[in-house]
């Protein structure tokens, strides 16, 4: 064998197609939805994330790939090949589009258009038009038209120089730094035609026979052979989770295929571990002379009863005010993935510990100081939509949410806080043009104390144990102020060191408006001054914020001492939620470097937490100037603790692929920014969680 390749694909659940026929759809050694090594015109299951390692003679790929909508697939691809046009090792980043324009039906089979490199080098720049048909469960077939390298092995004249004879010549590439979005090559050029079958013996075993139209004419070489155009896999899935594939391609080459799948919306473990909620409790059932109401001590006893209740739910009472037939609580979530939850529990618990006369619970949920809305709920309404099986849009129709303008007195016993925290980290490092992997692993101490309620103190330091992050000796070649192109320096020059040491004081200047500075080393490379200001008003999708900072680079050992480069950013941000869990996001503005531009965002947030988005970054910077990649541009991913491991817990895992990290378009890292702290504690994000109001 003369060498494995391997596929590891994080993904959700069945497609469409698939579903009806039980034939799932497979990643090809692209990481896209497709036979062996070419594409098919299936889709993966709606927010499918798959992360994929294929490796076969003198070639390696890594592929991140997402479901973005129920018909478009994306996918980034990071590639290292041997021998490439015989200059030798080429790393190389590349993007895809697969769009699905008609799903199957009884007689139609499915349509996809693929476009593949459209902002990378060129190296796999291709595209098709390819169509997939189900005959019967167990056998289907697929035939496509390529164009680029997918039209290399018996090309012919491009059919769609008979509407634009420009279309009949591909304009040639350099293989360049890459960055920049080729729309002159895309289906220009000679075209081919390929295909295949896929058969499913078994619910565990399948065979997939392709004939392709890609020739590698690029990789051929002392690494790579091209002997025949035809390609076979065979595919076993071990169990739920993993399959296991065995592939021959071009006559040359064996290798072997690993893909784990995994499912957002199928968690690993057993959900809803949590303890059950308290019932409603009818208030007819409600002694308020047993809960101390009646005492003369002025509820003091009744009240540390309902925050001992709470705390052991999870839920920690900030405050709580009884006026006549309205009781209204200050609560901070310290358990529940979603404020929804959190509110529901605390109103169950206020219908068996409130007097009889209370009528009204007004919940304001309180993030670091921050009160973020009034949610008002009758007491009528958890009593009548208690038990009723539609209950949740009921309940959520009746709540009503408003900006909170009044701050109580915080209970005695809250202020001041403190906490820590000892646990291990890892930091991967991806895309490094000399080691496409390094890692580094290590033990973190991190501490926070509020002495009063809207002051936050909190810094972390580091101990690394082991990794490869120092290994990495490459020069920085920018022409701008290094500003991020240097980072590998920062990683060797200390063992020990200070990731983080900030104060922050959070205030609401008015209704509708939030405020924040923070002051301190705000991350390893960067720290001086930041303040921001946030409209959101509660009930709205949209939001305004202005970011003004003023920063000085940090000295490499990552102490506190500082280097010479200092510099003032700032942007002006607009966020909007969609439906369907779709936000976006603007920010225009100043960056580390001293260019000026604006980022794009979208991101689309799950019902159960998982997020998923892309970035990308324009500034005054040219793409020669700003190197390889052209812009910053990224994918990032959330994935909710409680939904690897069951039990509820707010805590999340974070991360932000970038292809290359270079100095345009950078921009400080500040924790605790004010529109994530906010936007779950208002109406459209309550909105879209409230089902957990009841759990």
Known sequence: MK???ATIAIVTAASGAAAQSGFETGYN???VPGMVDMPNALVLPDAELGFSLTQFDGTLRITGAFQILP??????????????????????????????????????????????????TGVYSGEYLVATKHLGSRLRATGGIGWGRLGERNGFRNPLGALNDGFE???????????EAEFDQIFRGDAAFFGGVEFQASDRLSFAVEYSSDEYSQEVGPSFDYNSPWNYGLTYKVREDLSLTASYLYGSTIGVSLTFAANPKRPPNTVGLEPAPYPVTPRASVDAEALGWTLPDNGNAAIAQVRDVMEADGIALHAFRLVGDTIRVEIENQRYRTTAQAVGRTARILTASMPPAVDTFVIVPVVLGIRTADVTIRRDDMEELAYDLD???????????DASTTQLAPLGEIYPRFNYNISPYLTPSFFDPDDPARFDVGVELNASLEPVSGLLFEGAVRQRFEGTLDEST?????????????????????????TYLTGTYFFKPAEDFYGRVTVGYFETQYGGISTEVLWKPVGSDLALGLEANYVKQRAFEQGFGFQ????????????????????????????????????????????????????????????????????????????????VRGTPTTNEFNYILRPILRDGGAKVNIRNRLYELVTDNHRPAMRDDWGRFWK
């Open 3 to 5: 060498r494995a390749l």
């Open 29 to 31: 050694t692209y990481g």
């Open 71 to 120: 018909r478009l697939t994306g996918a980034f691809r990071y590639s290292v090949i041997d021998g490439f046009r015989g200059r030798g090792t080429l790393y190389d980043r590349s993007f895809v589009l697969h769009y699905q324009i008609l799903n199957e039906q009884s007689v139609r089979p499915a349509l996809a258009l693929g476009i593949n490199d459209l902002f990378g």
């Open 169 to 179: 010549t591909r304009p040639g590439r350099d293989f360049g730094v890459g960055g």
């Open 391 to 401: 209950n949740t849009w009921s309940s959520y129709a009746r709540a009503r949410f």
């Open 474 to 498: 490459r020069v920085s070649n920018s022409v701008l102020p290094k500003v991020r192109s240097n980072t590998n320096i920062f990683q060797r020059n200390a063992d020990t060191f200070m």
């Open 564 to 643: 010479d480069y200092e510099i003032a950013t700032g942007h002006a941000s607009l966020y909007y939620l969609f439906e369907n869990g779709f936000e976006t996001k603007v920010d225009v503005g100043r960056y580390l470097a001293g260019d000026w531009g604006a980022t794009f965002t979208l991101q689309r947030t799950f019902k159960n937490g998982w997020k998923v988005g892309a970035f990308a970054t324009f500034t005054d910077v040219p793409f020669d100037e700003f190197g390889e990649g052209s812009f910053d541009k990224g994918l990032m991913v959330t994935i909710p603790i409680d939904w």
